[in-house]
């Protein structure tokens, strides 16, 4: 193992929202040596525009067709042999939701996982992207080891949300099916890098921007990183930054020695 890295992930909730509470200042205080955003809610670019004040990061970048809704990029220092979007899935890569990077040792997978909505209306289209989202990253983990972050929109266990009793099955991020499509990752050689490190930590990455939960800290875990099972002893660290403001989630990292 040569160097340590230092990969950030952050749901910022609208790029250009986040340039006027400060992204540019965020972004240094961070010090990534890559950054992974999710719901940027914004075209190309728009996203290319904002990176070009940025001095020494490549960018890499995938919007929804419906403009104003989802999208994914990274912004890396250390320059990847490939890139790709998608999962090569038609009906999935509609929403700007899958950036991959290949690097020397390993995959960079940055996603932002379908929300299954208000009264579960999109239950059954998210358990068709968590199939899908596997079956890719099993073809990716064939090759080299798998880092996978973002928001993946699911608590995965009680300890992972504020009200799990009152939220269970009834609350899109926390129903049997997603939880079952986060085990089925786990079941195929993921590990949850935060909860490896640190089992009885009660830290949360999401909070409604209602009820005043970030005050009171009714929140979430839903952010993540998860790397294949033989990457595990190359995570030094796995943190949640949620002093972090300017979204309604704050950003996750990992310290990976590469």
């Known amino acids: 193992m040569g160097?340590?890295?230092?990969?950030i992930s952050w749901n910022v909730n609208g790029i250009r929202a986040m340039v006027k509470k400060g992204f540019y200042e965020k972004f240094n205080e961070l010090n990534p040596d890559i950054l992974c955003l999710q719901e940027?809610?914004?075209?190309?670019?728009d996203v290319e525009t904002i990176a070009g004040?940025?001095?020494?990061?490549?960018?890499?970048?995938?919007?929804?067709?419906q403009k104003g809704y989802s999208g994914t990029a990274i912004f890396t220092?250390?320059?990847?042999?490939?890139?790709?979007?998608g999962i090569g899935v038609e009906e999935h890569d509609q929403e700007g939701r899958v950036v991959?990077?290949?690097?020397?040792?390993?995959?960079?997978?940055?996603?932002?996982?379908?929300?299954?909505?208000?009264?579960?209306?999109?239950?059954?289209?998210r358990a068709e992207w968590d199939y899908s989202l596997l079956n890719y990253l099993k073809k990716l983990d064939a090759q080299k080891p798998v880092v996978l972050t973002g928001d993946l929109n699911v608590a995965h266990e009680p300890i992972d949300?504020?009200?799990?009793?009152?939220?269970?099955?009834?609350?899109?991020?926390?129903t049997q099916v997603e939880i079952d499509g986060f085990d089925n990752l786990m079941q195929h050689g993921w590990v949850d890098t935060f909860r490896s490190l640190y089992p009885d930590t009660v830290k949360y990455s999401y909070w409604s921007q209602r009820f005043n939960a970030r005050a009171t800290n009714l929140g979430w875990r839903?952010?993540?990183?998860?790397?294949?099972?033989?990457?595990?002893?190359?995570?030094?660290?796995?943190?949640i930054l949620n002093e972090m403001q300017g979204s309604d989630h704050c950003p996750v990292g990992i310290h990976l020695g590469i």
Not at 103 to 121: C, H, I, W
Not at 161 to 174: D, F, I, S, V
């Open 3 to 7: 160097k340590s890295i230092r990969i």
């Open 40 to 45: 940027t809610k914004a075209q190309n670019g």
């Open 53 to 65: 004040l940025i001095d020494g990061y490549q960018l890499f970048v995938t919007s929804a067709v």
């Open 77 to 85: 220092r250390i320059k990847p042999l490939k890139h790709s979007y």
């Open 100 to 125: 991959t990077l290949e690097f020397e040792n390993f995959f960079l997978v940055n996603t932002y996982v379908p929300n299954s909505g208000q009264e579960l209306k999109r239950l059954n289209f």
């Open 161 to 174: 949300l504020a009200r799990p009793e009152a939220n269970y099955n009834k609350t899109a991020g926390y």
């Open 222 to 239: 839903i952010d993540y990183f998860l790397v294949s099972n033989r990457l595990k002893d190359n995570v030094s660290d796995s943190f």
